[in-house]
């Protein structure tokens, strides 16, 4: 096993009333010796807008705004702008974030040229019922029956107005065009899909999903694996290009006697063929263990959402019990080596 630092916390709820309930689950992205940072603030009531602050290296919080970068504004994230992640593609950043309207969960887009101002696309997963999906999904192929036991709402088809459809969240977009198309990962529990082989954002049409849906099994890139207990897996930090492949940090949850519990995984897909996978590691990467992850707004919490690499230096930024922001660190060239050796069988 490698080697894991837990560096510890890097940013706290403050007084201020955008984020006097917690600050977690941030998206990450360096750019010279800076990181940015836009991470999930929330205020009384569970509703979350996104906070910015610049790290000189790795750790060293330089500046820290005190007011909202990103806030709701439409009907579809009125409730919350949660859990951003941010690649840059070219000479746009893309961060995705989960749009929250009170009853619904769903992947939205904003693009940027300089990481202030925001151009939100909206929603860009499917926006169906659990019930059309399920519908779509069977055409070809049964799906795990946790599909239904994950995204049913407990019957509930409405609720304050409002349709109730099925969540898709943690879109995570590849930091770069693969064979010239557009590439993301997305999240319908309890596995994690992929979305290749696209030229332009306008391609996701109701008429691409359908045909997504129907196809659906063949776009599961990564299933839950080697612990029985194991709830669901979803994404976490945007995939990192390295010489053996692409390096997805993902989380996974399993059940215990203390509820869920969340930890940090790894796995590696193939360069130019993302949808393959080539290795998985056979244990959690880190995991709850110090008080900061263990009590908070949501117990034993480990949930990866950014990361950096200075040097061979892996630095996964990440949310500690959904109420502060921590780092954990780790040699790079350790991590693929021992994926390596857990190599998928073909």
């Known amino acids: 096993m490698i080697q894991v630092k837990k560096v510890g916390i890097i940013l706290e709820k403050t007084s201020l009333l955008f984020e ?101 696309k909206g929603i860009i997963v499917p926006k169906i019922t659990y019930e059309d999906f399920n519908r779509l999904a069977e055409i070809k192929d049964f799906i795990d029956e946790k599909y239904y036991r994950f995204n049913q709402h407990n019957h509930i088809i409405e609720k304050e107005g409002l349709k109730m459809l099925l969540w898709d969240k943690d879109v995570i977009f590849f930091p770069r065009k693969i064979n010239g198309k557009l590439c993301f990962l997305h999240r319908i529990r309890p596995e994690i899909q992929i979305v290749v082989k696209l030229d332009s954002l306008e391609d996701l049409t109701k008429e691409f999903w359908q045909k997504y849906l129907i196809n659906f099994n063949d776009n599961i890139v990564l299933a839950p694996k080697y612990d029985e207990g194991i709830s669901y897996i979803g994404g976490g930090c945007p995939p990192i290009e390295t010489e053996f492949g ?28 993302p949808e393959v996978e080539i290795a998985r590691l056979g244990y959690d990467l880190f995991k709850p263990e110090e008080i900061w992850e263990l009590k908070g707004e949501v117990n034993n919490v480990c949930f990866p959402t950014g990361a950096a690499v200075f040097d061979d230096v892996l630095y996964i930024y990440y949310g500690a019990a959904d109420e502060r922001i921590a780092c954990a660190s780790m040699s790079l060239s350790e991590l693929l080596n021992d994926l390596m050796l857990n190599k998928k069988i073909k």
């Open 246 to 273: 692409w390096l997805v940090i993902y989380h996974r949850v399993i059940t215990s006697i203390e509820g869920y519990v969340y930890s940090a995984c790894a796995a590696l897909l193939d360069i130019e063929n």
């Open 20 to 120: 006097n309930e917690g600050v977690l689950n941030p998206a990450a992205i360096r750019e010279g010796d800076f990181v940015h940072v836009f991470y999930r603030a929330v205020s009384e009531g569970n509703h979350s807008s996104v906070g910015y602050c610049r790290l000189f290296g790795p750790l060293e919080v330089e500046y820290r705004m005190n007011v909202p970068l990103i806030v709701p504004e439409f009907e579809y994230e009125k409730h919350g702008i949660e859990d951003p992640r941010i690649v840059k593609i070219e000479d746009l950043y893309y961060l995705t974030y989960t749009a929250y309207d009170g009853v619904n969960a769903l992947g939205a887009l904003a693009t940027s040229r300089d990481l202030i101002h925001f151009d939100k």
